[in-house]
């Protein structure tokens, strides 16, 4: 089956730099690439995803890329601020299972103003 | 609009008693799925259903655990026993089905078994 690894399981930044979270999947099938946002006791949410037809997708200060040769793919944070503290998941999905996701450990994001 | 519901958003209860968590989905998702919460093992997926129908149990942790869907607006899961190992959030979370991607979580029931 799918196996998502997360790194760093920490990270924190001043605010204004950047922050980039790596997750890795180990089943070249899969084809649709998730982020959630998860703030401190509220429910995970989605704040970008891609596909695997597209090497890269922007939304405002939030990027992601996706190698699929490597099987990884990261979410790029730049201009932090401080509302940008949260955990953040990784997921990835294979085709035909009803939209199961397989979700990364999180990484534990820390903007300090 | 609504999102995903789910109550009770607190449960305690002492180790041994029956625990039911209740989830309705988004008005016309036809794919929920139960999810545990924990700092230990992360986000785990316990089962999902797509049109009532389970498809996927294999993350339910043992037979303590069971989950049903009668009908489209209404999922339970239930633990009977409750153990304290079992103290989590438990997430639903609820999708369009085939014609979409994105996952909508509800609140989360936060359970805690003494």
């Known amino acids: 089956g799918e196996n998502v690894e997360q790194h760093p399981s920490t990270l924190s930044v001043q605010e204004g730099d950047s922050a980039v979270i790596k997750c890795t999947y180990s089943d070249s099938a899969s084809n649709y690439f998730p982020w959630y946002k998860q703030e401190l006791g509220k429910r995970p949410q989605l704040i970008i995803d891609?596909?695997?037809?597209?090497g890269e997708k922007k939304d405002q200060r939030i990027a992601v890329t996706l190698n699929k040769t490597a099987k990884h793919f990261s979410l790029h944070i730049t201009e932090t601020q401080p509302e940008d503290s949260a955990v953040y998941f990784c997921a990835a999905r294979r085709p035909n299972q009803g939209g199961k996701l397989i979700f990364g450990q999180g990484t534990e994001l820390s903007v300090k103003p | 609009d609504a999102g995903v519901i789910q109550s009770p958003r607190h449960e305690v209860t002492e180790m041994g008693q029956e625990v039911t968590l209740r989830c309705k989905p988004i008005s016309g998702h036809n794919s929920l799925f139960w999810y545990r919460q924990t700092m230990m093992r992360g986000l785990e997926l316990l089962i999902y259903?797509?049109?009532?129908?389970?498809?996927?149990d294999s993350g339910m942790p043992e037979d303590r655990f069971s989950a049903k869907m009668p009908n489209a607006s209404f999922s339970t899961l239930k633990i009977q026993p409750s153990e304290p190992r079992d103290s989590a959030v438990y997430f639903c979370?609820?999708?369009?089905?085939?014609?979409?991607?994105?996952?909508?979580f509800g609140p989360g029931t936060r359970l805690t078994v003494l």
């Open positions: 259903f797509n049109n009532n129908v389970p498809i996927d």
């Open positions: 979370a609820s999708r369009l089905g085939l014609a979409g991607d994105t996952q909508y």
């Open positions: 891609i596909r695997s037809n597209v």
